[in-house]
């Protein structure tokens, strides 16, 4: 098996559906704290980002300048990055 492979094979996956329900603000809702979703790579959260409606998120990696992982696109996930600086809050 290839290196590339390997790395392939290693990295978490999201599930295979994405959440079917979309919560509403609220207080329960954590406000633009990236160390609190940092404790929730790989799982679903839902995020809000400026200017876009929000959506069901699956993080691989925060860092200081870029989330990236998947998102929901319909019933299916696909790769996604963005900037820290339009995430506004998750769930």
């Known amino acids: 098996m290839a ?9 978490p996956k999201p599930p295979a559906r994405c959440p079917r329900f979309a919560p509403e603000v609220s207080a329960e809702v954590c406000q633009r704290d990236l160390d609190m ?11 809000w980002r400026k200017g876009e409606a929000g959506g069901w998120f699956f993080p691989i990696s925060v860092g200081r300048t870029y989330i990236s992982g998947y998102r929901a696109v319909g019933t299916r996930w696909e790769p996604w990055a963005f900037r820290t600086e339009n995430f506004i809050s998750f769930y």
């Open 37 to 47: 979703l940092s404790n929730c790579l790989y799982y679903c959260v839902y995020i």
């Open 3 to 11: 290196e590339n492979e390997l790395i392939k094979a290693r990295q």
